[in-house]
C-alpha cells in the first residue's frame, strides 16, 4: 500500500500514513535522544548489579550502564567485576541507545553505532554484517564483499536494507562521510570537559527519510521550501517519491488529523470494525490488552463470530503496538476459542501481521489460560510517555479513593427505611451560684433554686422540643426499578442520588415506590405513621418533664432544709419554712404515690399467685382420714354404717 511521510520540523513530529489513517509516530522533543553521543564521567559503580551510573549533563537522571555494553571500556578481559573496569569521576564516551522512561534515565552504551544512509559506521566493532531484510544471497555476497574491502582495520560496518541493489560509488561516499563524522566526535572529546553533547543529528527531515523511507513510500509533505530542498537532496535524482510543501492555512498536523490520532490513541479503548472492540492498559511492568466481541454477532455462529473478531483484533493490535510505541512483555486476551485449529490459525495470523515491525515483536507462547505472550524491543518513549502526564488528583492511578464516611453516607438498613443525618447539640445554661450567709434571706435561697430547676425543666423541654422536631422529617418518593433497588440496597448507596436537586433538608424519609405503585399512596400512610409516632412521643416526653419537676422541687426543699438546720435564728425568724416543710411532704407523697403504682400493683399479683400455690400444695398434703370425715359428714349413710359396725 502506498505511504505518507508527514514531518513537522518546527514540532520534531513525524506521522506515517497509510490509506490516510496514521500508523506511526515519530517524536524527538526530550532532552536526550536515542543516538546522541556524550562525554561523561563516572559517578558510582554498583558491583551487586555490575552497572553504573554516568553524569552526562544538568539533569537528575544519570544515565545508566551495564557492563555487557561496555565496548572499549572493557579493556581488561579477564576482569572479576566492574570495579576493576571502572571507577568514580573517570572520563567515558558513551551514546544513549534507550530514552528514559518515568523514574529511569537514559540507558547508555559504549558501543557507538554511526548511522548513514546506506551503512552504519561501529568504530570499535569488528567485521562486515548485512541486513536481514536482504534476502538475495548474491547481494549479501557482493555487499559483504565490499564492506571487506573499505572499513578501516578495527571498525565494524553495518550493511542496511536500503543497500540493495546500490552501486559502489554511493557506498563508499556514505562510509567517508560517518569517517569524518567520527574524526570530529574524537577531536571534540579530547579538547573537552565532561559532561558535555559531542554528537547529535540536527536535521530532523533527513532523520526521518534515513530511518523510515521505505518501497512503498510515495509521497512526503513538509512544512517548508527549504526542508523540500533537503528532502530532495537527501533522496537524490534515482526516486519516484513527490517531495511537497504545506501551504494550506490549517496546521499541518490538523490537516492530516494526527493530533486526533494522537488524542484517540491515549484511550484505552480501540473499536473494531464488525462492532468488537479492544481495551489497552499499560501497566509499570507489562501491558495487558483484552479483546472483546462487543455487539458484532452477525456471523452464522459462535465459534465463527469469536475467530473473526480475534483476526480484526490481531491487525489492530500490531497497528497499535507500532502507534502507541508499546515495548516491552505484552500479554494479549483473545476471547476464547476451544479449537485448537482455531488457536494456531489466530497464531500465524498475528505473526504476519507483526513481521513488518522494525522492533521485532517475538511472540514467546500460547498458555494454557489462552492468553497470548510476546515481548517487543523499546525504542524511545511510548505515547503515553510523550504526550500525557500522571493526573494530580489520582497519582496516575486512574480513579481517586473515596472512603464513605458516616455524616456524609449511611448505608441502608432496608430499602424502604429511613434516611436521615442528625447532629445533636446539647445547650446547657450555667447555673446561677447561691452563697451560703448568715444574714442572706430564705426569698433569695428559694428564688435561686428555683430559678435553677426551672432552668433544668426547660432545658429539658426545648430538648424534648427539638427531638419532636428533628424526628419528623420531610416525605420524599423516589421510583426505582428492580434491578436498581438491588444495587442501591446491596452497595449502601443514598437513594438521594436519583434526585435532580440536592434535598434542603438534611433530615429525611426516603420511600421507594417501586414499578406498578401509587406515590401518593405511600406518602399519605407514611404520614399517618409519622403522626402516630409522633403523638405517643409527645405523651411520652410530657411524663419525663412531670417526673423531672417532682424530683427538682424534691431537692428544692432538701436544700432549703439543710440552709435552715445552718441557720438556726434564721429558721425562728421566718415562719414560712412550715409552709416549705408542709409542701415537701406533700409533694413527697405524690411522688411516692406515683412511683409506688406499679410497685403496688407488681406486689399484690405475686402475693395472689403465692396464695393460689400454697392452697394447691396444702390440698396434696391433707390427710386421707380428714378427706373421709369430710365425706361422712356430706353422707349421713356413711356415718350410720359405722355407728352400727361399733
Given at each position: 500500500?502506498?505511504?505518507?511521510?508527514?514531518?513537522?520540523?518546527?514540532?520534531?513530529?513525524?506521522?506515517?500514513?497509510?490509506?490516510?489513517?496514521?500508523?506511526?509516530?515519530?517524536?524527538?522533543?526530550?532532552?536526550?535522544?536515542?543516538?546522541?553521543?556524550?562525554?561523561?564521567?563516572?559517578?558510582?559503580?554498583?558491583?551487586?548489579?555490575?552497572?553504573?551510573?554516568?553524569?552526562?549533563?544538568?539533569?537528575?537522571?544519570?544515565?545508566?550502564?551495564?557492563?555487557?555494553?561496555?565496548?572499549?571500556?572493557?579493556?581488561?578481559?579477564?576482569?572479576?567485576?566492574?570495579?576493576?573496569?571502572?571507577?568514580?569521576?573517570?572520563?567515558?564516551?558513551?551514546?544513549?541507545?534507550?530514552?528514559?522512561?518515568?523514574?529511569?534515565?537514559?540507558?547508555?552504551?559504549?558501543?557507538?553505532?554511526?548511522?548513514?544512509?546506506?551503512?552504519?559506521?561501529?568504530?570499535?566493532?569488528?567485521?562486515?554484517?548485512?541486513?536481514?531484510?536482504?534476502?538475495?544471497?548474491?547481494?549479501?555476497?557482493?555487499?559483504?564483499?565490499?564492506?571487506?574491502?573499505?572499513?578501516?582495520?578495527?571498525?565494524?560496518?553495518?550493511?542496511?536494507?536500503?543497500?540493495?541493489?546500490?552501486?559502489?560509488?554511493?557506498?563508499?561516499?556514505?562510509?567517508?562521510?560517518?569517517?569524518?563524522?567520527?574524526?570530529?566526535?574524537?577531536?571534540?572529546?579530547?579538547?573537552?570537559?565532561?559532561?558535555?553533547?559531542?554528537?547529535?543529528?540536527?536535521?530532523?527531515?533527513?532523520?526521518?527519510?534515513?530511518?523510515?523511507?521505505?518501497?512503498?513510500?510515495?509521497?512526503?509533505?513538509?512544512?517548508?521550501?527549504?526542508?523540500?530542498?533537503?528532502?530532495?537532496?537527501?533522496?537524490?535524482?534515482?526516486?519516484?517519491?513527490?517531495?511537497?510543501?504545506?501551504?494550506?492555512?490549517?496546521?499541518?498536523?490538523?490537516?492530516?488529523?494526527?493530533?486526533?490520532?494522537?488524542?484517540?490513541?491515549?484511550?484505552?479503548?480501540?473499536?473494531?470494525?464488525?462492532?468488537?472492540?479492544?481495551?489497552?492498559?499499560?501497566?509499570?511492568?507489562?501491558?495487558?490488552?483484552?479483546?472483546?466481541?462487543?455487539?458484532?454477532?452477525?456471523?452464522?455462529?459462535?465459534?465463527?463470530?469469536?475467530?473473526?473478531?480475534?483476526?480484526?483484533?490481531?491487525?489492530?493490535?500490531?497497528?497499535?503496538?507500532?502507534?502507541?510505541?508499546?515495548?516491552?512483555?505484552?500479554?494479549?486476551?483473545?476471547?476464547?476459542?476451544?479449537?485448537?485449529?482455531?488457536?494456531?490459525?489466530?497464531?500465524?495470523?498475528?505473526?504476519?501481521?507483526?513481521?513488518?515491525?522494525?522492533?521485532?515483536?517475538?511472540?514467546?507462547?500460547l498458555t494454557e489460560l489462552g492468553l497470548v505472550e510476546l515481548t517487543r524491543k523499546r525504542q524511545g518513549q511510548n505515547i503515553y510517555e510523550l504526550f500525557s502526564k500522571p493526573c494530580s488528583n489520582c497519582n496516575g492511578l486512574g480513579h481517586t479513593p473515596e472512603i464513605p464516611i458516616k455524616e456524609e453516607i449511611q448505608p441502608l438498613a432496608s430499602i424502604g427505611g429511613l434516611i436521615q443525618k442528625e447532629e445533636s447539640s446539647k445547650k446547657f445554661q450555667p447555673l446561677k451560684e447561691v452563697s451560703k450567709g448568715k444574714n442572706i434571706e430564705s426569698a433569695q435561697i428559694n428564688d435561686a433554686i428555683s430559678s435553677q430547676n426551672n432552668s433544668e425543666v426547660n432545658n429539658q423541654e426545648n430538648e424534648l422540643e427539638q427531638n419532636s422536631i428533628k424526628q419528623e422529617p420531610d416525605l420524599i418518593a423516589i421510583k426505582m426499578s428492580q434491578d436498581e433497588e438491588y444495587v442501591f440496597s446491596s452497595l449502601g448507596i443514598n437513594p438521594t442520588l436519583l434526585l435532580d436537586k440536592d434535598p434542603e433538608n438534611e433530615n429525611l424519609l426516603v420511600h421507594i415506590v417501586r414499578p406498578g405503585e401509587d406515590e401518593k399512596i405511600i406518602l399519605d400512610e407514611a404520614k399517618q405513621r409519622i403522626t402516630s409516632i409522633g403523638n405517643k412521643r409527645k405523651k411520652k416526653s410530657k411524663n419525663v418533664v412531670n417526673r423531672a419537676s417532682n424530683k427538682s422541687n424534691l431537692e428544692t426543699l432538701e436544700s432549703s432544709n439543710k440552709e435552715t438546720d445552718n441557720n438556726s435564728t434564721f429558721a425562728t425568724e421566718e415562719p414560712s419554712n412550715e409552709k416549705l416543710m408542709h409542701k415537701e411532704d406533700t409533694i413527697q407523697k405524690e411522688v411516692i404515690e406515683q412511683e409506688g403504682i406499679e410497685q403496688d400493683a407488681a406486689k399484690k399479683e405475686a402475693i395472689e399467685k403465692k396464695d393460689v400455690t400454697q392452697k394447691e400444695n396444702s390440698r396434696e398434703l391433707e390427710d386421707p382420714v380428714q378427706k373421709e370425715a369430710e365425706a361422712e359428714a356430706e353422707d349421713p349413710r356413711r356415718r350410720r354404717r359405722r355407728s352400727s359396725a361399733t
Open positions: 500500500m502506498p505511504q505518507k511521510v508527514v514531518i513537522a520540523e518546527q514540532l520534531r513530529i513525524a506521522a506515517l500514513l497509510t490509506d490516510e489513517r496514521v500508523d506511526e509516530l515519530i517524536v524527538a522533543q526530550g532532552r536526550y535522544q536515542i543516538g546522541d553521543v556524550y562525554l561523561g564521567t563516572i559517578e558510582n559503580v554498583l558491583p551487586g548489579i555490575d552497572a553504573a551510573f554516568v553524569n552526562i549533563g544538568a539533569s537528575e537522571k544519570n544515565g545508566f550502564i551495564h557492563v555487557t555494553d561496555l565496548g572499549p571500556l572493557k579493556k581488561k578481559k579477564n576482569a572479576a567485576g566492574i570495579t576493576e573496569l571502572l571507577e568514580p569521576r573517570q572520563k567515558v564516551l558513551v551514546q544513549v541507545m534507550k530514552e528514559p522512561t518515568g523514574t529511569k534515565g537514559p540507558r547508555l552504551t559504549g558501543n557507538l553505532a554511526l548511522p548513514g544512509r546506506y551503512l552504519v559506521l561501529q568504530p570499535n566493532g569488528q567485521g562486515v554484517n548485512i541486513s536481514r531484510r536482504i534476502n538475495s544471497e548474491n547481494e549479501r555476497n557482493r555487499l559483504r564483499a565490499l564492506g571487506v574491502l573499505v572499513k578501516p582495520p578495527g571498525t565494524g560496518l553495518l550493511m542496511r536494507s536500503e543497500a540493495d541493489g546500490v552501486n559502489e560509488e554511493l557506498l563508499i561516499t556514505d562510509l567517508e562521510n560517518l569517517l569524518k563524522q567520527w574524526e570530529s566526535i574524537q577531536q571534540a572529546a579530547e579538547n573537552s570537559s565532561p559532561p558535555i553533547l559531542l554528537n547529535r543529528e540536527e536535521d530532523f527531515v533527513n532523520r526521518i527519510l534515513r530511518d523510515h523511507s521505505s518501497p512503498e513510500l510515495s509521497k512526503i509533505i513538509v512544512e517548508t521550501s527549504k526542508a523540500v530542498e533537503r528532502a530532495k537532496n537527501f533522496l537524490g535524482s534515482h526516486t519516484n517519491v513527490i517531495v511537497e510543501c504545506h501551504d494550506q492555512p490549517i496546521d499541518l498536523l490538523e490537516h492530516y488529523k494526527i493530533n486526533a490520532a494522537i488524542f484517540n490513541a491515549l484511550k484505552p479503548r480501540v473499536d473494531l470494525p464488525s462492532g468488537g472492540y479492544i481495551i489497552i492498559e499499560p501497566t509499570e511492568a507489562l501491558t495487558v490488552i483484552d479483546v472483546n466481541s462487543g455487539s458484532f454477532t452477525s456471523s452464522a455462529n459462535s465459534r465463527e463470530t469469536v475467530l473473526w473478531t480475534n483476526c480484526e483484533a490481531a491487525i489492530e493490535i500490531a497497528r497499535q503496538l507500532k502507534l502507541r510505541n508499546i515495548g516491552g512483555v505484552i500479554i494479549i486476551d483473545f476471547i476464547d476459542m476451544d479449537s485448537r485449529r482455531d488457536q494456531l490459525q489466530l497464531l500465524e495470523y498475528f505473526s504476519s501481521a507483526i513481521k513488518d515491525d522494525k522492533s521485532r515483536p517475538q511472540i514467546a507462547q
